[in-house]
């Protein structure tokens, strides 16, 4: 079993910045793939960028150019660096691991972009 633990969302004005990390509660050598969703209440869950076992990386459209995804070399911990924040980005962003035996989520953080 793995747990995931997002953190560094908060309140930025239009046009700053965020940082979210999501901390695994171990260390994933295996194949996986690692993506940052996020949920406004009443909407379907989207997924904003994913980053694949060899590092490749992919965006949502309407983050393309402004947010990027990485990892760490010791597997423990998935950013997510949003920058040129709009408000239509607010949401609850949630951490996502998918391995070959099972998938998890992490709790969720939220991030509130005002104009």
């Known amino acids: 079993q793995v747990q995931l633990v997002e953190s560094g969302g908060g309140l930025v004005q239009a046009g700053g910045s965020l940082r979210l990390s999501c901390a695994t509660s171990?260390?994933?050598?295996?194949?996986?793939?690692m993506a940052w969703y996020r949920q406004v209440p009443g909407k379907q869950r989207e997924l904003v960028a994913t980053i694949n076992v060899g590092g490749s990386t992919d965006y949502a459209d309407s983050v393309k150019g402004r947010f990027a995804i990485s990892g760490d070399n010791g597997g423990n911990t998935v950013y997510l660096q949003m920058n040129s924040l709009k408000p239509e980005d607010t949401a609850v962003y949630y951490c996502?691991?998918?391995?070959?035996?099972?998938?998890?989520w992490g709790q969720g953080t939220q991030v509130t972009v005002s104009s």
């Open positions: 996502y691991l998918k391995t070959s035996m099972s998938y998890y």
């Open positions: 171990r260390t994933i050598f295996a194949l996986r793939t």
